[in-house]
């Protein structure tokens, strides 16, 4: 999506889902033919860069390589890989203006067969423990919307459920399966433990503005249904919305901490190129050092100040990972859930102690903003 950038960074960057174009272009380079002729793909050629156009995704993912292919991947993927993963399928139907995803995949919904996802679900739980002992053993389908198309996620339950794979599962939804009485069945069935949900914000406003079809009543009801199924909910947040203000942070924590939601991810707002809202606040952005976008504040907000809004983060997360909730959860909380638990205590802890070392920038920024005087 930003390829005259990675350009500068490398001889040749793939455009668009690159399974297909990576054989021409090595095929290319290595007959000494023109590359200009291997659509997907842009290099510099003297000071213009050159991209040969946008090439038909694939409409076969069943062609997903081997992950032996992948340069040290086994060597990555060590004792300290939590999840070992499976994706099974592209797009989303939905049209999120924050979103990625959906302007790189597209949102025709490309989907494995159920046997091609199974058979790798069963290849990523041996490349992932064949060497190495892990003390967590779970796989992630990390699919952004795997329930998108409803009759291959019931497909691929029913089949991990007849297979002989005994694993902990977790996945990442959208609301509307909590909805859903059938699936949340299979899933418990089949071994997920929980459901990691793209909650993003609490406030219908929120929702609104970036074209998210969501609502507040519909987040709570989803959360309480699928945690009568027996499943855990992960909750996934965004803050830093044009609505929010000071005290954004404590009321995350404190949906949290009420509605019982295992484990969380809190991103601030950030707006990647190609996206609607890049095009629309891309003024905003304080910098674009790639490199910090990783849960920072990085953009000038309508009601809050970048400091503030930094510190928000700070204690929401300090707040849901007390010493007093680890306590809790050494006490209360059993396997996999207790383990999860202790691992992100300490894992947010390294997180906060990142963003308090961003803090004097964020407050020079502020302070030289005229936005926030006064
Ligand atoms: S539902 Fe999720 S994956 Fe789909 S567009 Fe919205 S944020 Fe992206």
Redesign the pocket.
């Known amino acids: 999506m930003n390829y005259p950038e990675a350009c500068e960074h490398c001889d040749y960057v793939l455009v668009g889902e690159g399974e297909e174009s990576i054989l021409e272009l090595m095929s290319a380079l290595t007959n000494d033919s023109p590359v200009d002729e291997v659509k997907g793909v842009a290099f510099r050629r003297g000071d213009e860069i050159v991209c040969t156009g946008q090439r038909c995704p694939p409409a076969n993912i069943d062609i997903i390589p081997n992950r032996d292919l992948l340069y040290r991947y086994q060597k990555m993927a060590g004792h300290n890989t939590v999840w070992a993963q499976v994706h099974a399928s592209r797009g989303?139907?939905?049209?999120?203006d924050?979103?990625?995803?959906?302007r790189h995949f597209g949102?025709k919904v490309r989907k494995r067969s159920p046997q091609n996802i199974v058979d790798d679900i069963r290849y990523s739980i041996d490349f992932h423990d064949r060497h190495h002992h892990r003390l967590a053993k779970m796989l992630w389908l990390t699919d952004?919307?795997f329930f998108?198309d409803r009759e291959l996620a019931i497909e691929v339950l029913r089949a991990i459920i007849d297979s002989d794979i005994h694993y902990h599962f977790t996945i990442q939804a959208?609301y509307e399966v909590g909805y859903d009485d059938e699936m949340l069945e299979l899933l418990r069935q089949a071994g997920f433990d929980e459901v990691a949900m793209?909650i993003?914000f609490l406030e219908d406003e929120a929702f609104e503005n970036y074209h998210?079809?969501s609502t507040y009543r519909d987040i709570v009801r989803s959360v309480e249904n699928i945690q009568r199924h027996g499943l855990r909910v992960r909750g996934l947040f965004i803050v830093g919305a044009d609505n929010h203000e000071k005290g954004v942070g404590d009321r995350l924590a404190d949906f949290v901490i009420e509605h019982n939601i295992s484990g969380v991810l809190i991103q601030s707002m950030y707006f990647v190129p190609g996206t609607p809202v890049y095009e629309t606040h891309k003024d905003k952005l304080i910098h674009r050092d790639w490199s910090k976008y990783n849960g920072n504040v990085v953009h000038y907000p309508e009601r809050i100040s970048p400091y503030d809004l930094q510190k928000e983060i700070i204690h929401a997360s300090r707040k849901i990972y007390s010493r007093r909730r680890l306590l809790q959860a050494i006490l209360h909380k059993r396997g996999l859930e207790r383990l999860l638990f202790v691992g992100e205590y300490f894992w947010h802890k390294s997180v906060r102690a990142d963003l308090k070392a961003d803090l004097p920038y964020l407050k020079r920024v502020t302070e030289e903003s005229a936005l926030y005087q006064g």
Not at 92 to 96: L, M, S
């Open positions: 989303c139907p939905h049209n999120c924050y979103c990625a995803l959906v949102r952004d919307n998108a959208r793209g993003e998210k079809k």
